[in-house]
T-cell receptor, first 115, second 113 residues
Framework: EAAVTQSPRNKVAVTGGKVTLSCNQT?????MYWYRQDTGHGLRLIHY???????EKGDIPDGYKASRPSQENFSLILELATPSQTSVYFC??????????????FGPGTRLTVL | GDSVTQTEGQVALSEEDFLTIHCNYS??????LFWYVQYPGEGPQFLFR?????EKGSSRGFEATYDKGTTSFHLRKASVQESDSAVYYC????????????FGKGTQLIIQP
């Protein structure tokens, strides 16, 4: 069974502080993703990665950095957290299946509150 | 850019009712289409996909047919149960070679016993 874990599960941060959200996958998938989920917006892609050392910008990358030090780990970094970054963050891993198809397996989410 | 529109933000039904959740897409190419389901307190889970026109995807009693003519992929189920209460997301695959999905805003399904 696919396994994606996230830590911490809940985080309270102060405005201007640095926040690091961590994700680990044991699926041996090449690709990993970071999304945020907000009411009225659904799931929006922040950053993604095709493998160790690679990061790509998603649809809403401003204010976020990503780091992929290994196949298993993918971090999302908020250098200067702002209240607008209060959200639930999901990590996912996945592989391409054929020419036009792929699945993504999601972690349980991290609830971040920036005060 | 590519986009997905789910017209219903919330759908409320009774058990054994017929379900339709509408999904329309806009894409420059020929995208693969997906449905994901998210239960309370969990991350989204892959439900099924379709990759070409007229292909039907299905899982757990849910189904949807890829319709390129109307750019739609509506989710249907003949008889819903209380356990189907969840948020349902329609998504499309990137048409320019990137391994990424674009999700709709989601539809909250509430089933009353």
């Amino acid at each position: 069974e696919a396994a994606v874990t996230q830590s911490p599960r809940n985080k309270v941060a102060v405005t201007g502080g640095k926040v690091t959200l961590s994700c680990n996958q044991t699926n041996n998938h090449n690709n990993m993703y970071w999304y945020r989920q907000d009411t009225g917006h659904g799931l929006r892609l922040i950053h993604y990665s095709y493998g160790a050392g690679s990061t790509e910008k998603g649809d809403i990358p401003d204010g976020y950095k990503a780091s992929r030090p290994s196949q298993e780990n993918f971090s999302l970094i908020l250098e200067l957290a702002t209240p607008s970054q209060t959200s639930v963050y999901f990590c996912a891993s996945g592989n391409r299946l054929g020419s036009s198809s792929y699945e993504q397996y999601f972690g349980p989410g991290t609830r971040l509150t920036v005060l | 850019g590519d986009s997905v529109t789910q017209t219903e933000g919330q759908v409320a039904l009774s058990e054994e009712d017929f379900l339709t959740i509408h999904c329309n897409y806009s894409a420059s190419g020929y995208p693969a289409l997906f449905w994901y389901v998210q239960y309370p307190g969990e991350g989204p889970q892959f439900l099924f996909r379709a990759s070409r026109d007229k292909e039907k995807g299905s899982s757990r009693g849910f189904e949807a047919t890829y319709d390129k003519g109307t750019t739609s992929f509506h989710l249907r189920k003949a008889s819903v149960q209380e356990s189907d209460s969840a948020v349902y997301y329609c998504a499309l695959g990137d048409t320019e070679g990137a391994d990424r999905l674009t999700f709709g805003k989601g539809t909250q399904l509430i089933i009353q016993p």
